[in-house]
């Protein structure tokens, strides 16, 4: 099995920052995508930003320019930098990955994290 473990969401003004943060632990063999998603109220869930398993990144066009992901794959872990925050950012964010662990590949969720934006 794998855990995540998500850190760093809250509430802030718009045009402020936060720092999301995820831990994968576990029977992890190897990680092949890993990265954020979020879910406003009445929306579906949504990518916001991601490691793919080739290595590169992928922003929502909503985000970019403003949203920075990046990893530590010693500590199988990812971090979200959220600038100029917007009201529109208000959802709960999720850490996903994409892992072989006990020889079998699936992805897994966070319980997510709360980020909320006043305007």
């Known amino acids: 099995q794998v855990q995540l473990v998500e850190s760093g969401g809250g509430l802030v003004q718009t045009g402020g920052s936060l720092r999301l943060s995820c831990a994968a632990s576990g029977s992890i063999f190897s990680i092949n995508a890993m990265g954020w998603y979020r879910q406003a109220p009445g929306a579906q869930r949504e990518l916001v930003a991601v490691?793919?398993?080739?290595?590169?990144?992928n922003y929502a066009d909503s985000v970019k320019g403003r949203f920075t992901i990046s990893r530590d794959n010693a500590k199988n872990t990812v971090h979200l930098q959220m600038n100029s925050l917007k009201p529109e950012d208000t959802a709960v964010y999720y850490c996903?990955?994409?892992?072989?662990?006990?020889?079998?590949?699936?992805?897994?969720w966070g319980q997510g994290t709360q980020v909320t934006v006043s305007s």
């Open positions: 490691f793919t398993s080739a290595g590169r990144t």
């Open positions: 996903n990955c994409n892992a072989n662990a006990n020889s079998r590949i699936r992805d897994y």
